[in-house]
């Protein structure tokens, strides 16, 4: 599954109309649980309180979930939960598996 998202911040700089095409595919189970393994490696005290305030993020009921909007569970994310998330994830280095073709249906 294909979406494309409108890049505000390129849009502005280029004085052009930015999207950006993103793969919706649901990542494997398998590999949303190495990542968040990896994610649960972080030993920073700061970070730590962050991820575990942004725990739920994405799956409908965490701190950063619009009561608005109905977010896909984060086994058919492909991003992490929240921003605060994905920039702890990337700062200490754990990127979350996109996968490739051949990994999804």
Not at 38 to 46: A, E, G, Q
Not at 61 to 81: A, F, I, N, Q, Y
Not at 84 to 104: C, E, K, M, N, W
Request: aromatic content about 6%.
């Amino acid at each position: 599954m294909t979406r494309y998202e409108y890049d505000e911040e390129a849009s502005k700089a280029w004085h052009m109309d930015v999207v950006h095409e993103v793969d919706d595919s649901p990542v494997p189970v398998s590999r949303w649980v190495d990542a968040m393994r990896r994610l649960n490696t972080i030993n920073d005290p700061l970070a730590r309180k962050l991820l575990a305030l942004h725990r739920d993020c994405g799956a409908g009921t965490g701190v950063c979930d619009s009561l608005d909007d109905e977010p896909d569970p984060m086994d058919r994310r492909s991003t992490w939960g929240c921003e605060t998330t994905s920039l702890i994830a990337d700062h200490f280095g754990v990127a979350y598996p996109q996968g490739s073709s051949s990994d999804r249906p």
